[in-house]
């Protein structure tokens, strides 16, 4: 019973190519996220979602869509990929804003 | 501005021996803390959270820290240090709805 999910686990493609990332959670959450990990582990938001409505966008390329087809789904799909956007992809999701989140196991994207 | 210093990109401890790990905070408000564990490729788990009720907080795996509002602290320690503990670290603070501050990241190794 996988409580947030991804698929892949691993993504290995070419520049310029669109690839898609999918997130689910089954904890009945009403708030979801997109974090980016770099190779020094640091950890950035991307995105955040409640109640599928979009509510925090940092400073991401718009080439980075996030879709929220409902609480428990909050995909990212990814246009023209760059080298730079080699990185770790984690999902997570809270209940509330204030709540600790819980993350789901992460998406190796690797660019090439 | 909401922000989280860990001190120390690493720390090495031996086996058995006392885990300090440091993390200091700057809130307007009253902050939620937590303390999340990375173990290698693998996702963030939650070890423990702050939210305003005692200030000795106990987390799982034997780990447990101490808020201190006058320091503006939340120290993660544990007394005695297994192989198992090595793993990337993160604390972080409640920034507004639906966001956190996140630590920089430190780094545990254990000596044998």
């Known amino acids: 019973d996988t409580a947030v999910s991804q698929t892949p686990k691993y993504l290995v493609t070419q520049m310029g190519n669109d690839k898609s990332i999918k997130c689910e959670q089954n904890?009945?959450?009403?708030?979801m996220y997109w974090y980016k990990q770099d190779s020094k582990k640091f950890l950035k938001i991307m995105f955040s979602?409640?109640?599928?409505?979009?509510?925090i966008n940092e400073t991401v390329p718009n080439r980075f869509s996030p879709k929220s087809p409902d609480k428990a789904h909050l995909n990212l799909h990814i246009n023209s990929l760059e080298l730079g956007d080699s990185a770790v992809y984690f999902c997570?999701?809270?209940?509330?804003?204030?709540?600790?989140?819980?993350f789901g196991p992460g998406t190796r994207l690797t660019v090439l | 501005a909401q922000s989280v210093t860990q001190l120390g990109s690493h720390v090495s401890v031996s086996e058995g021996a006392l885990v300090l790990l440091r993390c200091n905070y700057s809130?307007?408000?009253?902050?939620?803390l937590f303390w999340y564990v990375q173990y290698p490729n693998q996702g963030l788990q939650l070890l423990l959270k702050?939210?305003?009720?005692a200030t000795l907080v106990k987390g799982i795996n034997g780990f447990e820290a101490e808020f201190k509002k006058s320091e503006t602290s939340f120290h993660l320690t544990k007394p005695s240090a297994h192989m198992s503990d090595a793993a990337e670290y993160f604390c972080?603070?409640?920034?507004?709805?639906?966001?956190?501050?996140w630590g920089a990241g430190t780094k545990l190794i254990i000596k044998p």
């Open positions: 904890l009945g959450h009403d708030t």
């Open positions: 809130s307007s408000v009253p902050p939620y």
């Open positions: 979602y409640n109640n599928k409505e979009l509510i």
């Open positions: 702050y939210t305003s009720a």
């Open positions: 972080a603070v409640t920034h507004s709805n639906y966001q956190l501050i």
């Open positions: 997570a999701s809270s209940q509330g804003g204030k709540n600790e989140q819980f």
